[in-house]
């Protein structure tokens, strides 16, 4: 659709907007579960688990998904960043330069939070599936798990500062797009940034390897007991 030289196009494919929103969820109920304590650590440890299974999918996705999933379209070098702060070049169809360090910064925290969660333990009724592995190795995931919580709410921070910077000073939604796929682009600049492609093939790909993920993530909570007390 194209008006006043202004188009919309489809940016954001529904697998990868499932992902953002269910990983925006997931973090939530963790870092309350974790601040309540005592028997909602249960869930989370659920919650844990359930953001690994989202890292993982949205790393393969970043490599296989349409055009602007993938970490080949958006992750740029050096000399992108620099000119995108000069304004040289501000027109970007999915993650900008800044966009892109920040979904890398976020998906390594993240990521390697759930991960650390893994051989975690809280001394009291809670641990990790793999926590049995090794004592010393445990105690420090403890500890990098402990530090890196707030290197992820700094992160946070940050992200949603930026969110609000671009919708008041250079009045660019960001949150919508991510909501319904669709976003605003020059009617110029259609060439360089078509549409991605959101179609039922890669839709049916996304569930697929939801499914394998998820066995894959049912298999590894298995390897040793954790404590229910739901």
Same mark, same amino acid.
């Given at each position: 659709?194209?008006?006043h030289g202004i188009a919309t196009i489809r940016v954001w494919d529904l697998p990868t907007r499932l992902f953002h929103w269910a990983l925006v969820a997931c973090v939530l109920g963790s870092f309350i579960t974790v601040k309540l304590g005592g028997l909602w650590m249960t869930w989370h440890v659920r919650f844990g688990l359930t953001i690994l299974g989202l890292i993982v999918f949205r790393i393969i996705w970043g490599f296989c998904g349409p055009r602007y999933a993938r970490f080949a379209q958006?992750?740029?070098?050096?000399r992108y960043v620099l000119d995108y702060l000069r304004g040289r070049r501000l027109h970007y169809a999915g993650h900008n330069p800044l966009g892109a360090l920040s979904v890398l910064a976020l998906l390594a925290s993240f990521g390697f939070q759930a991960?650390?969660?893994?051989?975690?333990?809280?001394?009291?009724?809670?641990?990790?599936? /793999? @926590?049995?592995?090794? &004592?010393?190795l445990s105690d420090t995931m403890t500890g990098l798990h402990d530090i890196n919580q707030w290197i992820m709410v700094a992160l946070v921070?940050?992200?949603v500062g930026a969110i609000i910077w671009y919708r008041r000073v250079r009045g660019i939604r960001l949150v919508g797009p991510m909501l319904s796929g669709d976003a605003p682009i020059a009617?110029?600049?259609?060439?360089?940034?078509?549409?991605a492609d959101d179609s039922w093939r890669y839709r049916l790909s996304a569930l697929l390897l939801c499914a394998a993920i998820?066995?894959?993530?049912?298999?590894?909570?298995? /390897? @040793?007991?954790?404590? &229910?007390?739901s």
């Open positions: 659709m194209e008006k958006f992750v740029r070098g050096p991960f650390s969660g893994l051989f975690a333990n809280d001394d009291v009724m809670t641990t990790g599936p /793999l @926590a049995y592995l090794s &004592d010393s921070c940050v992200h009617a110029y600049a259609l060439a360089e940034h078509p549409a998820a066995a894959l993530i049912w298999w590894l909570q298995g /390897l @040793a007991p954790v404590a &229910d007390f």
